[in-house]
């Protein structure tokens, strides 16, 4: 979930990358090629934004682009599709963030990479070299915590309000 409460840039010209797979609303996302961005899964994958919307697989042995009532109007986008990807400061409020205790208003977040199920959270770790780096080599920094949130709450999945810094 990515809410926006005070939204600085937010793009929609971006696709989504086919060949990444599906992804979460909240999802730390990189430049994979010309307009197309993916959540980050390599250290090496320097940090865009925050992914805007779910992403989903087309529903199987149904057309391309057929949609069930229920899903006309929703914010959700399919693969290769354009999505909103949110960068260039704002607040938003969020619970895509790894599962690693609590967070203090001020923590640093950074985006979570070759872990896999955890890929493209956010977590207030600079860790060792499973973070995505900034093209310094060092973990870049996603954005900031703006709300405090205990173990519990963390492992509850509560939302997080956050400054966005990429």
Same mark, same amino acid.
């Given at each position: 979930m990515l809410k926006p409460r005070n939204p600085n840039q937010q793009e929609a010209q971006l696709a989504h990358d086919e060949?990444?797979?599906?992804?979460?609303?909240?999802c730390v996302v990189y430049l994979a090629g010309d307009q197309l961005v993916a959540c980050v899964a390599a250290s090496g994958q320097e940090p865009f934004g925050?992914?805007?919307?779910?992403?989903?697989?087309?529903?199987?042995?149904?057309?391309k682009g057929f949609r069930?009532?229920?899903?006309?109007?929703?914010?959700?986008?399919?693969?290769?599709?354009?999505?909103?990807v949110a960068h260039g400061g704002g607040t938003y409020d &969020? @619970?895509?963030? *790894? $599962?690693? %205790?609590?967070?203090?208003?001020?923590?640093?977040?950074?985006?979570? &990479? @070759?872990?896999? *199920? $955890?890929? %493209?959270?956010?977590?207030?770790?600079?860790g060792p070299a499973?973070?995505?780096?900034?093209?310094?080599?060092?973990?870049?920094?996603v954005a900031t915590a703006m709300s405090s949130l205990s173990a519990a709450e963390v492992t509850?999945?509560?939302?997080?309000?956050?400054?966005?810094?990429?």
């Open positions: 060949s990444s797979g599906t992804a979460a609303a909240g925050l992914l805007g919307q779910n992403v989903l697989a087309e529903p199987a042995n149904l057309p069930f009532p229920g899903q006309l109007g929703s914010a959700d986008a399919f693969l290769g599709e354009p999505v909103m &969020t @619970d895509y963030y *790894a $599962d690693n %205790g609590a967070i203090t208003a001020g923590d640093s977040l950074y985006a979570v &990479t @070759d872990s896999g *199920a $955890d890929d %493209g959270k956010l977590i207030n770790d600079a499973d973070r995505a780096q900034g093209s310094d080599g060092l973990p870049k920094k509850a999945g509560q939302p997080l309000l956050i400054k966005l810094e990429v």
